[in-house]
């Protein structure tokens, strides 16, 4: 299976900050997916990314959000400027053979 | 867009009892795809399913998917506290996760 690891485990902000959260699969794989997770509520989908291009996008996925792969083996999931409301998990994963792989996620809590 | 909607939202089950949990798609799904999350865990792919009617078994989980292609379940036979967590079934075509069914299991 796949190793995916996110940095960080856990970011605390403040209200109006940016945050960049990073996913950072073991191998190569050209597509990535984010998602969200508020506390004791559904995964959501944001946005998957493929072959360094956004493929999709949800509409939670405004322009506040971002992602990017600066060197070619991070993905990093940026938001402008953080509201109260972006407080949840946020979870990387990679699709390997039809199937998704998911990192322990980055819990964000903006106060 | 898709829609795909899970129930029950919850179950609590005596252990021993079985369980089952259900997806229903507004769209044909071109597959679906179970997952497991666990308590303060992250989503855990279980299964995918791809061809009408399917059938899948894993010991002692059981997916079908629809011959329509809309709706799938999962079956769990003789539930341990093992199966503890939230069951989520995805359609494939753009990810889009069901809300979830939170399964729990008093010993």
């Known amino acids: 299976e796949p190793e995916v690891t996110q940095t960080p485990s856990h970011q605390v902000t403040q209200m109006g900050q940016e945050v960049i959260l990073r996913c950072v699969p073991i191998s190569n794989h050209l597509y990535f997916y984010w998602y969200r997770q508020i506390l004791g509520q559904k995964v959501e989908f944001l946005v998957s990314?493929?072959?360094?291009?956004?493929?999709?996008k949800s509409e939670i996925f405004d322009d506040q959000f971002s992602v990017e792969r600066p060197d070619g083996s991070n993905f990093t999931l940026k938001i402008r400027s953080t509201k109260l409301e972006d407080s949840a998990m946020y979870f990387c994963?990679?699709?390997?053979?039809?199937?998704?792989?998911f990192g322990p996620g980055t819990r964000l809590t903006v106060l | 867009g898709q829609q795909v909607m899970q129930i029950p939202q919850y179950q609590h089950v005596q252990e021993g009892e079985d369980f089952t949990t259900y997806c229903n798609s507004s769209?044909?799904?071109?597959?679906i795809q179970w997952y497991k999350q666990r308590p303060g865990g992250h989503p855990v792919f279980l299964i995918q399913l791809v061809k009408s009617g399917e059938v899948k078994k894993q010991k002692r989980l059981t997916f079908q998917f629809g011959e329509a292609k809309k709706n799938s379940s999962l079956h769990i036979t003789a539930t341990q506290t093992t199966d503890v967590g939230t069951y989520f079934c995805?359609?494939?075509?753009?990810?889009?996760f069901g809300a979830g069914t939170r399964l729990t299991v008093k010993p």
């Open positions: 990314f493929y072959n360094n291009e956004i493929s999709e």
């Open positions: 995805a359609g494939a075509l753009d990810m889009r």
């Open positions: 769209t044909t799904l071109s597959n």
């Open positions: 994963a990679i699709r390997s053979k039809d199937t998704q792989y």
